[in-house]
Structure formats: structure tokens, C-alpha cells
């Protein structure tokens, strides 16, 4: 079963800057991966992706601000988020995409406020 971690997550002021990361325990290679968020009240929801071959793909919502990478040599995917709103206040987590694992990371909390 895949483990997923999720880290880099803080407090940090709007209009901040933070970088997300996800260590996989398997081979990523090959593996469309995508990152998610969930606010409190909220259903989770899909923030971006990136295939193998680093196309990628955003929500409206973050297009512009935030950019997903990927080390498959590391089994590692980022996420750098720029501009940040308090609207990105959420747990992050990373996951396969379109079809997610059954089993979720822990995710990292992001937390945008003055």
C-alpha cells in the first residue's frame, strides 16, 4: 500500500510564498500525480496535477499562483504556491490522479492569514 507524506505547510501572511512536498513510497514513474486540498467545512478538491511527462493542468482557482513539479529519481512532488490567499487555508495532500489510492497522507496544513 502507497504512503504518502505531505510537509512544508505553515502560517504564512497573504500574498506569501510556500513550497509543499509529497514523498511517495513507491515508483512515481509513470504515475499522473496530483495535488488536493480540503478547508474546514469543505469537501476535498483538486488543486492541480502533472503526468509523467510533465504536462500539466490547474484549477481556475490557483492558475497563475501556484506550480506543481515532480522528481521522479526522488519519488517526490512539489508544490509551489505564490500569492497566497486566506481562501488557500486548507490541508493539502498529494495523491494519484485521476484515481486516487484508498489511503491518504496526513496532508499539510496551510494557513493564510495577517
Known amino acids: 500500500q502507497v504512503q504518502l507524506v505531505e510537509s512544508g505547510g505553515g502560517l504564512v501572511q497573504p500574498g506569501g510564498s510556500l513550497r509543499l512536498s509529497c514523498e511517495v513510497s513507491g515508483s512515481i514513474k509513470d504515475k499522473t500525480m496530483g495535488w488536493f486540498r480540503q478547508a474546514p467545512g469543505k469537501q476535498r478538491e483538486r488543486v492541480a496535477h502533472?503526468?509523467?511527462?510533465?504536462?500539466?493542468d490547474y484549477a481556475d482557482f490557483v492558475k497563475g499562483r501556484f506550480a506543481i513539479s515532480r522528481d521522479n529519481a526522488k519519488n517526490i512532488i512539489y508544490l509551489h504556491m505564490h500569492n497566497l490567499k486566506p481562501e488557500d487555508t486548507a490541508v493539502y495532500y498529494c495523491?494519484?490522479?485521476?484515481?486516487?489510492?484508498?489511503?491518504w497522507g496526513q496532508g499539510t496544513q496551510v494557513t493564510v492569514s495577517s
Open positions: 495523491n494519484y490522479f485521476p484515481n486516487p489510492a484508498t489511503s
Open positions: 502533472i503526468t509523467n511527462s510533465r504536462w500539466t
